[in-house]
């Protein structure tokens, strides 16, 4: 069999086509930053905001995998196309990882109607990696009707979620803690759907409780807080074992509710300048953190001037002053 | 430069899962992202987890005497994929017959029992990968 090269010319129809290797290339060009990455999104732009993005959200363990594997299951059994972008964290030392999110879809594995996609986290620590987002766009083009975004195990942050899915699920497990860890900032607020999941362990029944009594439900204000007509979203809370398939259907229910809610309420992604603007920004500070480590990495007076902090001859303050001034600002420069 | 990616499964029914882990978190260590699918892996499902991951290397465990069954069908989805430029390499308990037998068919090094973390490492980092092959600016895609 002839095969093409995986080049930039050609490529856009092949991801339209929804041809694997084409849409796994196109991947991992959006992950790298890829020369060709900005012309091969701009073409893709037109196909947007077809696809349902759903992310799933929780500490790890929590089951998030096996959840999502049992939602692309049912999909599948309405004849759903459904694409999962998985992420991981990459290690802060070696700048690998392990991606094990695979495991899980087990039953998926060879089911073409399926593209799982893992990325490593590389040093995003918003829940996603930086080009998730780009990679469900990815999928979205090439026609997927649902896109899972699944984050890296986490307690207390993982905003990117929220922005990057039109429908958020959050998982606690009983081992999460009290209602109290629950009203801490940061995970439940992401939730447009609560899921405790592993309900057959001990605790299960507990923090479902204490869930509801801490009025652990915030709900997503419509766009524009233009809320006159628009009813607030109330954020269901629902108890589930994902291994057992238990609480699956009310879950479904759940999320297909929300979808709704958000066709009612909102005009969609690409009236979302909200979306665009942090989806912006997000890129913007890894681009320009990046640059800067770059040129501390090539600044040659940097390790005289820090020894003159370790011996206490200098402070700290006006030295990062001084730093930041010759280093920081300026044009960013290309990924090498 | 891209990031290594490597695909590390255990194709049918050992269980004896170890041997990929600590390689799969030696690979880890050495900066590439791997992924890890797991048991009882089909020769389909891991040429469709290597596709849809954009992988450079497949390396395959293989403790249960099915490498010269394994090993070939791999190759063959590969090929039938229009995906030859990934590199595809193992290790496990293959007698040296086996293992020659297998390298003439285009699998590559197969580590057996004492080889290095370093040697297996070096030599995943030697494969050319996507980089060298996917690229093709040259001649006509699509």
């Not at chain 1, 929220?162 to 900032?185: C, F, H, I, N, W």
């Not at chain 1, 699956?248 to 690409?270: F, I, K, Y």
């Not at chain 1, 640059?291 to 090539?298: Q, T």
């Not at chain 2, 992988?55 to 190759?75: C, K, W």
Request: with cysteine; net charge negative; hydrophobic share 45%.
């Amino acid at each position: 069999m002839a095969v093409a090269p995986l080049g930039p010319q050609g490529l856009i129809e092949r991801v339209l086509a929804g041809e694997p290797l084409a849409l796994a290339r196109a991947m991992s060009w959006v992950e790298e930053l890829d020369e060709h990455a900005d012309a091969l999104l701009a073409a893709l732009f037109p196909r947007l905001g077809n696809a349902w993005r759903v992310g799933v959200a929780g500490p790890p363990g929590a089951g998030k995998s096996t959840l999502c594997c049992q939602l692309a299951r049912s999909w599948r059994g309405r004849g759903l196309r459904v694409g999962v972008v998985a992420v991981d964290p990459s290690s802060p030392l070696s700048g690998g990882a392990l991606l094990g999110d695979r495991i899980r879809f087990r039953d998926l594995a060879t089911d073409p109607g399926v593209f799982i996609r893992s990325l490593a986290s590389r040093g995003s620590l918003g829940g996603l990696s930086l080009a998730a987002g780009r990679v469900a766009d990815v999928l979205d083009a090439a026609g997927f009707d649902v896109v899972l975004l699944e984050t890296v195990g986490m307690g207390q942050v993982g905003e990117d979620v929220r922005d990057e899915a039109d429908t958020t699920v959050v998982m606690l497990v009983p081992e999460s803690g009290d209602g109290v860890q629950a009203m801490k900032a940061g995970l439940l607020e992401l939730a447009d759907v609560l899921v405790v999941n592993k309900m057959d362990r001990p605790g299960g029944a507990d923090l479902l409780r204490q869930l509801a009594l801490a009025g652990a439900r915030a709900g997503r204000p419509a766009a524009g807080e233009s809320q006159g007509a628009a009813p607030a979203w109330e954020v269901p809370l629902l108890g589930t074992s994902a291994t057992s398939g238990e609480g699956l259907g009310p879950l479904s229910d759940a999320l297909e509710n929300h979808r709704q809610w958000l066709r009612r309420t909102h005009g969609g992604r690409a009236e979302d300048d909200v979306f665009w603007r942090r989806r912006f920004l997000r890129l913007a500070e890894t681009m320009l953190v990046r640059n800067f480590r770059r040129r501390l990495a090539a600044d040659a007076a940097l390790a005289g001037t820090l020894e003159a902090v370790r011996r206490g001859e200098r402070a700290l303050g006006p030295l990062l002053a001084e730093i930041l001034e010759r280093h920081g600002g300026g044009p960013v420069a290309p990924s090498s | 430069m891209p990031v290594t990616r490597v695909l590390v499964a255990k194709p049918g029914l050992d269980g004896h899962d170890r041997g990929a882990k600590v390689v799969a978190n030696a690979l880890r260590d050495a900066g590439m992202e791997v992924i890890y699918t797991g048991l009882h892996q089909t020769p389909e499902m891991i040429v469709q987890a290597a596709l849809q991951e954009d992988v450079d290397v497949i390396a395959l465990s293989v403790l249960s005497g099915a490498h010269l069954t394994v090993f070939p069908r791999v190759l063959e989805l590969l090929q039938q994929s229009g995906a030859t430029h990934i590199a595809v390499t193992g290790g496990g308990i293959i007698p040296e017959a086996d293992r020659l037998a297998l390298q003439e068919r285009g699998v590559g090094r197969l580590f057996g029992p004492g080889s290095t973390m370093d040697e297996i490492v070096a030599y995943v980092r030697s494969l050319p990968g996507r980089e060298a092959a996917g690229r093709g600016d040259s001649g006509p895609a699509g």
